[in-house]
């Protein structure tokens, strides 16, 4: 990525000026049409829209739109960018509906944007208190849109709805105590007329939970525990009273099958994160996929993929939902590359596990068995004088998005293949501090390991190409109907991968960390794509 430095460096310095903030005018309110359920369930069907945090209801994060492809990608330049006032890195995955552009800020804040100029119509800004307790940086991953209506997860532990064309609120419901640990980071999803919302605080001694609020009012619909009280018979592979304080929070946005009206949600690691002891037992339903009836928030199914984790590998990644011709019938799946480091495919009717197989370095694990639980390697667990594991605490893969692809049937992810030392204490739970149990340390530089983009075969778990990254990358992906792969890395670089054959096409220095994942959008009939990096969201299109 070297050869064009100075060339790129050119390109940005010439292209258009940055949009600057400005104050909202009168009369500068943005016009789009009222986003319907209706546009939602068929948001595939319009690809000039961004219109939810994963593009479409199943998180594929694909895209129809071909104006820009894998025989032109080099002619993308720089349209225009937008500079957020925070400091802070950018996670956010802006929408896009009918030429307006929505973008979270950190810490918990989202602006209105001209998305062909990123002039502002708007801005919110969310009033945090002084003494809030987050682990990961004050991070916003997006928003979600009904009708007129963007609705926000604020650090604090709440749910905003605001007013899409003034930036007013609507209403502002508390989720939980922000603190005793709790807060909210991802986009909320809509389903029908409710906004699905999980929460954050898993290093706090939490006890997780996914919820369902009516769009209108922000009355709770149900709440879904993700650790099951002492009435359940689940509760028991949890020692003691340890599941009140378990953690398996639900801090990423989940995907939702209209068919079968299943919402599908990951939930992250126990706690303590690295000493089981004081929690012994497989610690249901931490580190799993879980399947919940849409009407009522009960659990359908779910599928722990790491049972009795004690290394950290949160199984909050982004599940993605495919139909796909498996032993000559077609099945319903859900395709998972976990921070485990094993890729899994499901099928998403009944949990059912079809496909697991490391698509990252790991020893930890044997394999896995018919049922897809993890055969053990033997002293492989944290102690207090260290154990060397791979993957790393960072996961063969983490939060950011994975892509899947319907015209090549091949899923994309950015891999790890890292190791760290992991080590235990003994600790007590204090409410509103953290509650690890221990700790981590990398006995080798980030950039002595490898890291790639990889193109996994869901059928057989097979790697079909990779495209290696230095160091370890955190963005997410996008795939598109122009057989591309967008992704970045932490560098600072934006790049275009062919989907088939994952060749290199375009790249261009951003100057930044790309901690988020692209998007693309139309206005006008030209195509964007827009990604954050750093705290800067930079637009791009084709020369005119």
Same mark, same amino acid.
């Given at each position: ?199 954050? #605080? ?5 006890? #997780? ?19 099951? #009280? ?30 079968? !009206? ?225 992704? #970045? ?54 020369? !005119?």
């Amino acid at each position: 990525m070297q050869r064009l430095l100075i060339a790129i460096a050119v390109t940005v310095c010439t292209a258009p000026a940055f949009a600057q903030p400005s104050e909202s005018q009168p009369g500068a309110a943005p016009s789009f049409t009222p986003v319907t359920w209706e546009r939602l369930l068929n948001a595939a069907d319009e690809p000039e829209n961004w219109l939810m945090y994963s593009g479409t209801l199943d998180s594929q994060r694909f895209s129809r739109l071909d104006q820009v492809h894998n025989r032109n990608v080099s002619e993308l330049e720089l349209k225009w960018a937008y500079q957020i006032p925070q400091l802070d890195r950018s996670e956010a995955v802006p929408l896009v509906v009918d030429g307006v552009m929505f973008i979270t800020e950190a810490p918990s804040n989202v602006v209105a944007v001209d998305a062909a100029t990123g002039r502002q119509f708007w801005r919110y800004n969310h009033p945090l208190p002084d003494d809030l307790r987050i682990c990961c940086g004050r991070n916003n991953r997006g928003v979600a849109v009904l009708g007129e209506t963007l609705y926000m997860s604020t650090l604090d532990a709440r749910l905003v709805a605001i007013d899409a064309r003034s930036g007013n609120v609507v209403w502002n419901t508390a989720v939980a105590d922000y603190r005793s640990g709790y807060s909210k980071t991802a986009a909320p999803l809509v389903v029908k007329d409710k906004i699905v919302t999980g929460i954050a #605080g898993g290093e706090y001694g939490i006890k #997780g939970f996914i919820d369902s609020y009516d769009a209108s009012t922000g009355e709770l619909d149900w709440r879904a525990d993700t650790i099951p #009280g002492p009435d359940h018979p689940d509760n028991q592979t949890w020692a003691g009273d340890s599941w009140r304080t378990g953690g398996s929070a639900s801090w990423i946005t989940g995907a939702y099958d209209p068919d079968l !009206d299943l919402v599908y949600w990951g939930t992250g690691n126990p706690g303590p994160d690295w000493n089981g002891d004081v929690r012994m037992g497989d610690n249901l339903y931490s580190d799993s996929a879980m399947a919940l009836n849409m009407e009522t928030g009960g659990l359908e199914w779910y599928f722990q993929f790491t049972p009795h984790d004690e290394h950290d590998w949160d199984a909050i990644q982004v599940p993605i939902l495919a139909d796909l011709t498996m032993g000559g019938e077609q099945r319903k799946v859900m395709m998972w590359a976990n921070r485990n480091a094993f890729y899994y495919t499901l099928d998403r009717v009944n949990g059912e596990f079809l496909v697991g197989k490391p698509f990252a370095k790991q020893t930890w694990a044997e394999g896995l068995d018919s049922n897809g639980r993890p055969i053990r390697v033997p002293d492989t667990f944290p102690t207090p004088e260290g154990t060397l594991v791979s993957p790393p605490v960072v996961g063969g893969t983490n939060w950011f998005s994975p892509a899947y692809s319907p015209r090549t049937e091949l899923f994309y992810v950015q891999a790890y293949d890292g190791e760290d030392v992991f080590y235990k204490r003994d600790e007590e739970y204090v409410e509103g501090d953290q509650f690890t149990g221990g700790g981590f340390q990398a006995p080798l530089p980030i950039e002595k390991y490898q890291s790639a983009v990889r193109a996994i075969d869901p059928k057989t778990g097979d790697i079909r190409w990779e495209y290696q990254i230095q160091p370890r990358s955190t963005a997410g992906m996008l795939a598109t109907a122009g057989d591309l792969v967008f992704s #970045g890395s932490v560098d600072g670089y934006f790049f275009a991968l062919d989907a088939v054959s994952g060749e290199e096409l375009w790249h261009i220095n951003v100057g930044r960390l790309v901690h988020s994942a692209p998007m693309t959008y139309a206005v006008d009939g030209k195509q964007y794509v827009t990604i954050a990096a750093g705290n800067v969201v930079y637009t791009f299109g084709l020369r !005119d």
